[in-house]
């Protein structure tokens, strides 16, 4: 059973770096995009970063871009997000997502992934 780790939250200061790691297990995610996906409370989950499954494209949403970098290690089935220039309104449960079907372009719906670890803590204060 496939399987995703998150880790790396924790509470910064506006400004600060942070650098979130998605573990996956159970089977090889080589061929599948994968997704930073996030929820604040009170909010809905929005998209944050994809990448292709080889890394040759990556996605962001537009509040994050220019700040975040979202990277993968297939060698280590493992997927980064680098958090840089942190924001407040950054603050929120950070997810992982497989995407739903392999060599597929990511979208930035969330009903396009899979397999959601259960999340790690990222909390910004001004």
């Known amino acids: 059973q496939e399987q995703l780790v998150e880790s790396g939250g924790g509470l910064v200061q506006a400004g600060g770096t942070l650098r979130l790691s998605c573990a996956a297990s159970g089977r090889t995610f080589d061929y599948y995009a994968m997704g930073w996906f996030r929820q604040a409370p009170g909010k809905e989950r929005e998209f944050v970063a994809a990448?292709?499954?080889?890394?040759?494209?990556?996605y962001y949403a537009a509040s994050v871009k220019g700040r975040f970098t979202i990277s993968r290690d297939n060698t280590k089935n493992t997927v980064y997000l680098q958090m840089n220039s942190l924001k407040p309104e950054d603050t929120a449960l950070y997810y992982c997502?497989?995407?739903?079907?392999?060599?597929?372009?990511?979208?930035?719906?969330?009903?396009?992934?899979?397999?959601w670890g259960q999340g790690t803590q990222v909390t910004v204060s001004s």
């Open positions: 997502a497989v995407n739903r079907e392999k060599l597929r372009i990511p979208t930035m719906s969330s009903r396009d992934f899979r397999s």
């Open positions: 990448i292709t499954w080889a890394g040759g494209s990556t």
